[in-house]
């Protein structure tokens, strides 16, 4: 099972920058990575998906504002997120795939996101 340590996270005002970064274990790359989102009260939801050549994708809500990079030799993902939005607070997770909707059995602990005044 693939592990995974999420960092980056803190308290922000509406408006500002965040840099996530998550390692997965291990030395398999997979075609994937992908960061997820929960709010409180909510599903985890897919935000963001980056394939091995650098292809991306992501959910409307953070279209424009975030972005999804990656460190194959590293099997290291980042999400930049700017222009951060009182509804972009939650807990962020990352994930690898083997596909964009067949992820890898496994959570880390995220890391939290909260945007407030």
């Known amino acids: 099972q693939v592990q995974y340590v999420e960092s980056g996270g803190g308290l922000v005002q509406p408006g500002a920058s965040l840099r996530l970064s998550c390692t997965a274990s291990?030395?398999?790359?997979?075609?994937?990575m992908g960061w997820f989102r929960q709010a409180p009260g909510k599903e985890r939801v897919l935000v963001a998906v980056?394939?091995?050549?650098?292809?991306?994708g992501y959910a409307d809500p953070v279209k424009g504002r975030f972005t999804i990079t990656r460190e194959n030799d590293k099997n290291t993902v980042h999400l930049q997120m700017s222009s951060l939005k009182p509804e972009d607070a939650a807990a962020y997770y990352c994930?690898?795939?083997?596909?964009?909707?067949?992820?890898?059995?496994?959570w880390g602990q995220g890391t939290q996101v909260t945007v407030s005044t």
């Open positions: 994930r690898v795939g083997l596909s964009a909707t067949t992820w890898v059995n496994g």
């Open positions: 291990g030395s398999r790359v997979f075609s994937f």
């Open positions: 980056i394939a091995t050549d650098g292809a991306t």
